[in-house]
């Protein structure tokens, strides 16, 4: 079954190269998504957020030359969402894209505000890697 879904984009002034370097650690998770959570850990090679649900595990597309993000966030309820992320070059910055599925039995208000959330993470991504000069 599909669901709708709404590309976010930012614009960052950095390389793509660097954009995917930061973004593709989940060390830095809490840094530019802190609404997913506040800490991260690694624990037996798998990665994981405390959030106020719990511990969510967190794993990404495997390192790739083509600025894939994907990635899975596992919540303890046993529900696993898949989140598309790409990087791309656009002039001499980078374009991050982050696609906002819908989940079954979301209203509208809550999709909004899940899109919000997101783009107010992007933006905050922006703000740092280009604070990083």
Do not use: C
């Not at 650690?25 to 037996?44: F, K, N, R, T, Y």
């Amino acid at each position: 079954m599909t669901s709708e879904s709404k590309q976010l984009t930012v614009l960052i002034e950095r390389a793509p190269a660097v954009v995917y370097d930061y973004v593709s650690e989940p060390a830095h998770l809490a840094e530019w998504a802190p609404g997913l959570g506040s800490s991260v850990i690694q624990v037996d090679g798998r990665w994981f957020v405390e959030t106020d649900a719990g511990r969510v595990g967190v794993e990404f597309a495997p390192r790739n030359e083509y600025g894939v993000l994907d990635h899975y966030v596992a919540f303890p309820t046993g529900d696993v969402f898949y989140n598309p992320m790409r990087v791309t070059a656009n002039g001499d910055g980078s374009e991050v894209v982050f696609s906002v599925r819908r989940l079954a039995g979301m209203t509208d208000d809550e999709f909004e505000r899940d899109a919000g959330l997101v783009a107010a993470d992007l933006d905050r991504l922006r703000r740092i890697l280009e604070s990083r000069r």
